[in-house]
């Protein structure tokens, strides 16, 4: 392996996706490569693809063609393409882009290094998919993005059959990563001085099932709780139908979970919801939220709201309405219902004609701004914690702001004096002067600044690694592991 490839990671999609691609670089640091200089041209690109959002190939083929002039010229550069896209298309992408050189599933990830090795041995495309998931992707080395927040997966893959949806096609059963082992990362990550974690399922409520507790992800939270160092810890996403009373006292219960919930919605309609195959209905939607809201009061609740599925009369539109406005959402994720080849959805009758769904949709967000506007006053004048974060201010520049969010996941843009030293990772105290739709502003002064060693790291340039295999890391198949320290489980 020559030691001073350089490589460069481009990621669509999710957050699983975006800790997949901690995952990628992870593993190719530890195969001899090195990140890209920010004005060089990688000797490796990786795309790590997304097929749930609208138009995911056009925008995938679209930057291989603009890629194609580059890698003429420079014929030792290699492109790879994984993710959900890469699983779902397969060697349909090196017949559309025969420049590619190596094409990998959500399966194997860890396969990469290898895959890349051998096509530029044999100077000839590689494409390899698995059908079913042999390791658990946590087993790989991780090149954390953050100093001071890390994603963790909890599970992979999806039982459930939502009939819009492509992820159970391509990411396969849910899978369970043992509550021992994801505490070790936990607490490994907090050791480096991490001080935000964010447990990562695509049910985080069905957590459990495979090893036979259903009340393992409550557990999981109050576990977090006893982890030294860890200040906050947040999870996403949990479905309606596997929610459960315990999860919420454990949110409560556990000082260091925040009051923030992201509980997709999708729709308030119940025959939309039954078509959706999501087997909740509005009013039991709205008993957690109830629930949510007697533990925790200062709770703030975030969703996924689809429109336009195929059906959906102006009367179930108005059943949304109904939800968003029982709900009261500090943020929402709003979709137009698009049609995803492969999924039940995209051949059912009654599609909802384009300029339908456009008029809904913006009466939605008209909604949901509103409610979030009126949410987020309630605020003026209060003292928030705010974990400074890098990046998510595009305006920092220019109004002297420094930004980050409060416990509750609420954007905060603060000012700060760059006499005060404070840095991404550190901890402020300030109060809130301002509020709009999707943020806050606090532009008295400072109250508290805690540095921290998040904050130190991002200002020494560190990066947080997490190694390849942490505490009794299963194998998927193999027997359950006994952990070799948990408090759950
Ligand atoms: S719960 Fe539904 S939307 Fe979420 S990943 Fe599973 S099938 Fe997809």
């Not at 790989?140 to 009939?163: D, F």
Request: proline share 6%; with cysteine.
């Amino acid at each position: 392996m020559t030691a001073s490839r350089t490589f460069k990671v481009i990621t669509y999609g999710c957050q699983m996706n975006a800790h997949d691609s901690e995952r990628i670089s992870g593993l190719l640091e530890d195969a001899g490569y090195v990140p890209v200089g920010a004005d060089a041209d990688p000797d490796v690109v990786v795309f790590n693809t997304c097929a749930v959002r609208e138009n995911a190939d056009n925008r995938l083929y679209g930057n291989l063609g603009h890629l194609r002039p580059t890698k003429n010229a420079k014929p030792d550069m290699q492109i790879a393409v994984g993710g959900c896209l890469a699983q779902k298309d397969r060697g349909e992408i090196v017949r559309k882009a025969p420049w590619v050189d190596v094409v990998f599933g959500t399966h194997n990830i860890g396969s990469l290094p290898v895959l890349l090795e051998r096509a530029r041995h044999n100077a000839s495309a590689e494409v390899e998919i698995l059908e079913s998931l042999e390791v658990f992707p946590s087993t790989l080395p991780t090149r954390r993005e953050s100093t001071y927040a890390g994603w963790v997966s909890i599970s992979v893959g999806c039982n459930n059959t939502c009939t819009f949806c492509i992820v159970p096609a391509l990411r396969g059963k849910e899978k369970d990563r043992r509550p021992g082992d994801i505490l070790a990362e936990v607490r490994a990550l907090a050791a480096e001085g991490v001080l935000e974690v964010t447990l990562l399922g695509q049910n985080v409520n069905s957590y459990g099932v495979e090893f036979g507790d259903r009340l393992a992800f409550g557990k999981l939270l109050r576990a977090c709780g006893d982890v030294e160092g860890l200040e906050r810890v947040r999870f996403t996403s949990p479905h309606p139908k596997d929610f459960t009373d315990d999860v919420i006292a454990a949110m409560a219960e556990t000082p260091n979970v925040c009051h923030s919930l992201h509980m997709p919605l999708q729709s308030g309609s119940d025959t939309v919801l039954r078509a959706m195959r999501r087997s909740y209905r509005s009013s039991r939607y709205l008993e957690i939220i109830d629930k949510v809201r007697a533990a925790m009061p200062d709770a703030a609740i975030t969703t996924d709201i689809i429109v336009g599925f195929p059906g959906e009369t102006d009367d179930d539109f108005e059943r949304t309405l109904d939800v968003v406005r029982a709900a009261r959402y500090s943020s929402a994720f709003t979709f137009q219902y698009s049609k995803r080849p492969g999924t039940p959805a995209a051949t059912m009758d009654d599609q909802v004609p384009k300029a339908v769904v456009q008029e809904r949709y913006d009466r939605l967000i008209a909604t949901l701004e509103e409610i979030s506007w009126d949410e987020n006053k309630k605020l003026v004048g209060s003292s928030l914690e705010v974990l400074v974060a890098v990046g998510e201010g595009r305006k920092d520049g220019a109004t002297g702001r420094l930004s980050g969010r409060a416990r509750d996941g609420r954007l905060v843009h603060f000012a700060a004096d760059p006499a005060a030293g404070i840095r991404p990772g550190d901890i402020v105290h300030t109060t809130v002067t301002y509020a709009a739709p999707h943020h806050l502003n606090a532009d008295g002064p400072i109250l508290t600044h805690r540095r921290t060693r998040a904050g130190d790291a991002w200002a020494a340039g560190r990066v947080t690694r997490t190694p390849g295999v942490t505490l009794g890391m299963p194998t998927i198949g193999a027997p359950p592991p006994q952990p070799a320290a948990t408090t759950c489980g």
